[in-house]
């Protein structure tokens, strides 16, 4: 700590290479500021046996340039449960913090901002599961990811917006039942009932930044573009859903672009997956209305130095809750082809 910041010849040297990725969508005169925390941030990295897990959602700077792995919630869970490092910085939201540790248990867990929490994790409590359970006895409870760990150690298997409707399809046909309890996020139920026949009993939890997307919204764009590809996510109320070409997890999104080249295309999504998507296809023609998730943003290069230099705020779950929550994961972990 201590360490003067500036923005040196010799850190101008060390980012430029970086600096060449992200100019498309990073400016010239924004990079000064951005370079020595980058360098120095992956010196740290070296120094620590650290990995930085970037969710898609990270600006630019933080997915492109100091992240050692990116990508949705499934596969930053893979990865946790993979990585060598003794230190996981997760470049992400609380809960994925928390997954990571019910994964790697001896693993130090990092999250740069203990506030970047979500609104779905936020919408239910382990006790309002057990609940559940008792109102509709021997059925079994889907968890989405975005819950906290204490949830999860209620749940029979978790899923993430990109193996939802393989993970629902498997478990109702283990359980013999053609229902499943599937929590907390009300339009992601909806969305997975309405592509696999499955019935869902869910919760009223909403992601708050994709429940604020509209039909006339997409339909609007459609309109302003004619040609437009849409893409959006399944935390999108289904009628919003309905208007897109494709939905699925931001993975799965990406997955999209790549593979088919839209000329012009619009996320429906949070804000700063188009900026990084944009990076990797310049010739892509990104539409970028969006909304901002105030918990991923939190994440900052500032607040990530920080955590390398003090080592904190180190995520902990407890070890009685860990164990049924970790049972949750790795079975949706063992889900093929997902
Ligand atoms: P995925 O990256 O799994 O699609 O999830 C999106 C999300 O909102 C995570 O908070
Ligand atoms: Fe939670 Fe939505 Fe933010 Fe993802 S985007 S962390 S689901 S509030």
Same mark, same amino acid.
């Given at each position: 700590?201590?360490?003067?910041l500036?923005?040196? &010849?010799?850190?101008?040297? &060390?980012?430029?290479?970086?600096?060449?990725?992200?100019?498309?969508?990073?400016?010239?005169?924004?990079?000064?500021?951005h370079?020595?925390?980058?360098?120095?941030?992956?010196?740290?990295?070296?120094?620590?046996?650290?990995?930085?897990?970037?969710?898609?959602?990270?600006?630019?700077?933080?997915?492109?340039?100091?992240?050692d792995?990116?990508?949705?919630?499934?596969a930053?869970?893979?990865?946790?449960a993979?990585?060598?490092?003794?230190?996981?910085?997760?470049?992400?939201?609380?809960?994925?913090?928390?997954?990571?540790?019910?994964?790697?248990?001896?693993?130090t =867990?990092?999250?740069?901002?203990?506030?970047?929490?979500?609104?779905?994790?936020?919408?239910?409590?382990?006790?309002?599961?057990?609940?559940?359970?008792?109102?509709h006895?021997?059925?079994?409870?889907?968890?989405?990811?975005?819950?906290?760990?204490?949830?999860k150690?209620?749940?029979?298997?978790?899923?993430?917006?990109?193996?939802a409707?393989?993970v629902?399809?498997?478990?109702?046909?283990?359980?013999g039942?053609d229902?499943?309890?599937?929590?907390? &996020?009300?339009?992601l139920?909806?969305?997975?009932?309405?592509?696999?026949?499955v019935?869902?009993?869910?919760?009223?939890?909403?992601?708050?930044?994709?429940?604020? *997307?509209?039909?006339?919204?997409?339909?609007?764009?459609?309109?302003?573009?004619?040609?437009?590809?849409?893409?959006?996510?399944?935390?999108?109320p289904?009628?919003?859903?309905?208007e897109?070409? *494709?939905?699925?997890?931001?993975?799965?999104?990406?997955?999209? =672009?790549?593979?088919?080249?839209p000329?012009?295309?619009?996320m429906?999504?949070?804000?700063?997956?188009?900026?990084?998507v944009?990076?990797?296809?310049?010739d892509?023609?990104f539409?970028?209305?969006c909304n901002?998730?105030?918990?991923?943003?939190?994440?900052?290069?500032?607040?990530?130095?920080?955590?390398?230099?003090?080592?904190?705020?180190?995520?902990?779950?407890?070890?009685?809750?860990?164990l049924?929550?970790?049972?949750?994961?790795?079975?949706?972990?063992?889900?093929?082809?997902?």
């Amino acid at each position: 700590m201590g360490v003067e910041l500036a923005y040196t &010849d010799a850190v101008a040297r &060390d980012t430029s290479a970086l600096y060449r990725k992200v100019a498309k969508v990073i400016p010239e005169i924004e990079w000064p500021v951005h370079a020595p925390l980058i360098a120095e941030i992956n010196r740290l990295k070296r120094e620590k046996n650290a990995v930085i897990l970037g969710h898609n959602y990270m600006t630019p700077e933080i997915f492109h340039c100091v992240s050692d792995f990116t990508g949705d919630s499934l596969a930053l869970a893979r990865e946790a449960a993979r990585t060598q490092a003794a230190v996981i910085v997760q470049a992400g939201v609380h809960f994925m913090a928390e997954t990571s540790k019910i994964l790697s248990p001896e693993k130090t =867990v990092l999250i740069p901002n203990v506030h970047a929490g979500c609104s779905l994790a936020a919408s239910i409590t382990g006790a309002d599961v057990r609940l559940l359970r008792q109102r509709h006895p021997g059925l079994p409870v889907v968890t989405y990811v975005n819950t906290s760990a204490e949830v999860k150690a209620e749940s029979d298997v978790c899923c993430t917006s990109g193996n939802a409707v393989k993970v629902v399809e498997d478990i109702a046909r283990e359980f013999g039942t053609d229902t499943v309890i599937m929590i907390p &996020d009300q339009y992601l139920a909806r969305n997975v009932a309405a592509q696999t026949g499955v019935k869902v009993i869910t919760w009223e939890g909403a992601c708050e930044v994709h429940e604020r *997307f509209t039909a006339d919204e997409i339909r609007a764009y459609r309109a302003a573009h004619p040609g437009v590809t849409v893409l959006a996510h399944p935390e999108c109320p289904p009628d919003v859903v309905a208007e897109a070409d *494709f939905a699925g997890s931001t993975a799965a999104m990406i997955g999209y =672009v790549g593979k088919h080249r839209p000329g012009r295309v619009v996320m429906i999504t949070e804000c700063s997956m188009s900026d990084n998507v944009a990076v990797e296809y310049p010739d892509v023609d990104f539409v970028r209305p969006c909304n901002l998730c105030p918990h991923m943003k939190r994440i900052t290069l500032g607040g990530i130095l920080k955590s390398l230099q003090t080592m904190t705020t180190e995520v902990l779950v407890d070890e009685a809750v860990r164990l049924p929550a970790k049972r949750a994961i790795d079975r949706m972990l063992a889900v093929k082809n997902t």
